[in-house]
């Protein structure tokens, strides 16, 4: 019988019980992980950016979380000696008509409270990216880089010396509640909880439903895929420079991030993965793929962005086309210069209206707390979410 039951071992269920133990180290927890170690899907594909916090909508989970998790992040690594750098980024315009759409995104910036932000002119953007293509742009000093993976292991380590159990291929079957306690069924056996907090990820609405609750949303899996530029042309990027968000498409659109143990990667794309942990544009699983696609909420968001979601397909199979999106940045990238690289699936929620569910979902039902939807800045804002979430849990002493 233990206090607490996490399933799910990405960054946001570690960083969960990082907070459950810091605020209850007498806690008896346990952590459910179907695959071998921590960090496989979502935290371990990212792109290793510490957001900070300037799309989000002033008040919401996600802002709110972001701008904390962003400082607590920052002492976590600090006090454990991983390595990180506020390196900051530009986001720019590469024409005059995306000008209002910068001075909208310095607002919310404002607004959740980050300093230093400055609109740049071109010759000023040139100073911190010089071959950028750019009329305008934002400075945003907060925005850094790091390793998730990183993070998630120093967390293992650290939930380990306090006592904390992980039982991985672990996967889950089904949660049922009882009377006083949570019972979990496992491929390994069945485990007894007081309380159960599922981070599913990318399966976090079949979890939900597992455990009961009843929910309107589903996953719907998007892979988002990366190039790497030759080491000969990586002088032509500092640092992150990201596009000016196309307000019609719920993506940022491809950027350029450099990493943190070298290398500058260019993408990602956005496209619907034909797998829910597809993260080839070869891996299929049938049942998956016809489940996303019979999904009247996914059909809905096809439907309103029926033209761009085929600009970003073409561009998964079409280097040239995927090149030809990055040259809006930086004209003088050529084909040759970037080589395919990593992919990562985002679990996406949507709504049966097709609409992508903005902010961070987390429901309860009785002694069980889902995390339904937590995709970017989720990774950044981990630490913040964790706190929050435990202190929906209010655990026994």
Sequence with gaps: ???????????????????????????KLAIL?????????????????????????????????CTLGYRKLIEFADANNIKYDICGKVIVATDESQIPVLDTIIKKGRKNGLEGLKMLSKSETHEKEP??????????????????????????ENLEKKGVEFFFSSKVTNIMEESAQVVINTVKGDFYSK??????????????????????EAIVPFRGEYYELSEEKRYMVNNLIYPVPNPNFPFLGVHYTRLIHGGIEAGPNAVLAFKREGYSRWDVNLPELMESLAYP??????????????????RSFSKRAFVKALQHLIPDIGYDDLKRGKSGVRAQALDRAGN????????????????????????TSCLAIGEHIAGKAILPT
């Design 131 to 156: 071959y950028v293509n750019a009329v305008q742009s934002i400075w945003v000093p907060q925005a850094g880089i790091i390793d998730y993976k990183e993070v998630a292991a120093k967390l293992r």
């Design 1 to 27: 019988m233990y206090h607490a039951t996490i399933i799910g071992a990405g960054i946001v269920g570690l960083a969960t019980a990082h907070a459950i133990m810091n605020q209850q180290p007498d806690t």
């Design 297 to 314: 909420g996914f059909r809905k968001l096809l439907g309103k962005y029926w033209r761009e979601s085929i600009d970003e397909l073409h």
């Design 195 to 216: 309380k159960v907090i599922v981070c599913g990820g990318l399966y976090a609405d079949k979890l939900a439903e597992k455990s009961g609750v009843d929910i309107v």
């Design 356 to 379: 992508m569910v903005d902010d961070f979902l987390i429901k309860r039902k009785g002694n069980v707390i889902n995390v339904i939807n937590a995709p970017s800045p989720a990774a």
């Design 33 to 65: 992980e179907k695959e071998s170690d921590v960090a496989l899907h979502q935290t371990g594909h990212n792109s290793g950016v510490m957001h900070s916090g300037i799309y989000y909508q002033p008040g919401s989970l996600k802002a709110r979380n």
